[in-house]
């Protein structure tokens, strides 16, 4: 195979890899993810009230479409620098698809379990075009986990859901990037936050990054989604419900990593409907980003905090603010798909066109 390091995308382990705490097994697995871009949002921005500075970190730019590539990476060669020769994972949609796609990398198996109903199809069609097998269960996404978990325990095969600690090895490169591409943390963080690795791996890699280079730490707003926010209700949801699907768990995996997360970054983490979801990936996608309902979930929270006084806008006044956008439009379009009207039907005639987009003469 061809030495890629020198490429200008070489992947996370190649940048990064000195500041993750692998072990010496590791054999990198890469499909060149992360470098993703960091998008200025300026009339987003002036929309929220202004003032500010507001940039998109578009993780749906990675290889499967989602930002849990990072963290799959990292644990796939893990895994298989250990002589694992399968993996499995529970998932609503974004890990199976990256959990395939590294496996079929590796020539590993790849075993998704996925909870009953409501997960995405470009999700679970992505799983299917790497090579899984994947199996729904009679349950939630939390019953899945459950299940992974165990039979890992008793079986060799390898769990690659973010209770792996190499996952958030992964994950926390974003963190990274974020500092590497601003020069600096941004003010605030906000993110959606489901099974919550991400949400803790995020303050891993800033609180890295302030050690060994002095670059900050951002205040952080997590947000979930008003029908599955077990962690704003302070108990579990038995049957999580949102439009929302790659962040619709009842019992996160990371709960208490990223509550405290929110406590040491002097942030916060609240609740939005699905009406404000999809409300602001209409803005992100009229601003030229379009991101799959649950990445909407961080700015609709930077949206609602705003509106009802809970941040004022005299405190983002020349501040710099970043969205963490997970997954892209296409991972999950249904909702776009069934709302949109049929499109207009002219004839195949020069003046019918100009009719249309002119007016009659």
């Not at 943390?185 to 906000?190: I, M, Q, R, V």
């Not at 609180?207 to 947000?223: A, D, E, N, S």
């Not at 961080?298 to 997970?326: D, F, M, N, Y």
């Amino acid at each position: 195979m061809p030495n890629l390091s020198n490429s200008p995308r070489p992947g996370v382990l190649a940048r990064y890899g000195a500041l993750l705490d692998l072990p010496p097994h590791t054999i990198p697995v890469t499909l060149q993810e992360g470098d993703t871009p960091l998008i200025p949002m300026p009339r987003l921005a002036e929309e929220l009230g202004g003032g500010f500075e507001l940039f998109v970190k578009f993780e749906g730019m990675n290889p499967t479409g989602s930002f849990k590539d990072r963290g799959m990476t990292v644990a796939i060669s893990e895994a298989f620098g250990r002589g694992a020769r399968s993996v499995i994972c529970a998932s609503t949609g974004n890990t199976a698809a990256s959990a395939a796609a590294y496996a079929a990398r590796a020539g590993m198996r790849a075993v998704v379990i996925i909870p009953e109903g409501k997960v995405a199809a470009g999700k679970l069609a992505g799983a299917v075009a790497y090579g899984a097998e994947v199996i729904q269960i009679e349950g939630s996404f939390d019953d899945a986990l459950s299940l992974v978990v165990q039979i890992s325990q008793h079986h060799p095969i390898a769990l690659v859901n973010s209770l792996n600690p190499y996952r958030l090895e992964g994950q926390k490169t974003a963190a990274f990037e974020i500092c590497d591409q601003l020069g600096t943390a941004p003010d605030w963080l906000c993110l959606p936050v489901g099974n919550a690795g991400n949400i803790t791996s995020y303050w891993m890699g800033f609180r890295q990054y302030h050690t060994l280079k002095g670059t900050g730490l951002p205040r952080i707003l997590g947000v979930q989604a008003a029908g599955s926010a077990p962690l704003v209700l302070g108990h579990p949801v038995e049957h999580p419900e949102t439009v929302a699907t790659a962040i619709r768990i009842g019992k996160p995996a990371r709960g208490e990593q990223a509550l405290e997360a929110a406590e040491q970054s002097q942030g916060r983490i609240i609740a939005v409907t699905d009406e404000e979801i999809l409300h602001m990936q209409r803005r992100l996608a009229a601003s030229g980003v379009w991101v799959e309902p649950a990445s909407a979930a961080g700015l609709a929270g930077l949206a609602r905090q705003l509106r009802e006084g809970q941040l004022e806008l005299s405190e983002l006044r020349g501040k710099r603010v970043v969205g963490i956008c997970t997954g892209h439009g296409l991972k999950d379009p249904e909702i776009i798909a069934h709302s949109m009207p049929a499109p207009r039907r002219l004839p195949a005639r020069l003046a019918a066109l100009e009719d249309a987009l002119l007016g009659a003469a």
